[in-house]
């Protein structure tokens, strides 16, 4: 059995208005595959109050983006920094990056698989 090269998955909660930034700073390190989710959460954040017609509630989740993107080892630090770099303002909520072991990659249209599925 072919051994199959080593990839992760990285998964990115940040700030809505910073997704531009992120996706041009992947750009820049020659990464261009990425899916993007709108999600809902907190952290320490822990949402905020607002006023609605009159009335305060308190908004528990916080609209955020999940970006994932699958690289290869060699790319990961490279992703993680421009990600970092892109999506930090320094204050609360900023988001957090997280990385995941990717067992394997198939491109459907084509069968090619691991890093050449990318």
Known sequence: MMRQSKMKLIQ????????????EALSAVDITGLTVTEVKGF??????????????????????????????????EHAIEAIQKAANTDRIGDGKIFVLELQQVIRIRTGETGNEAI
């Open 12 to 23: 990115a909660i940040i700030k809505p208005f910073k997704l531009e930034d992120v996706r």
């Open 43 to 76: 952290g320490r954040q822990k949402g905020h109050t607002e006023l609605y017609r009159g009335a305060e509630y308190v908004v528990d989740f916080l609209p955020k983006i999940k970006v994932e993107i699958a690289v290869s080892d060699e790319a990961l």
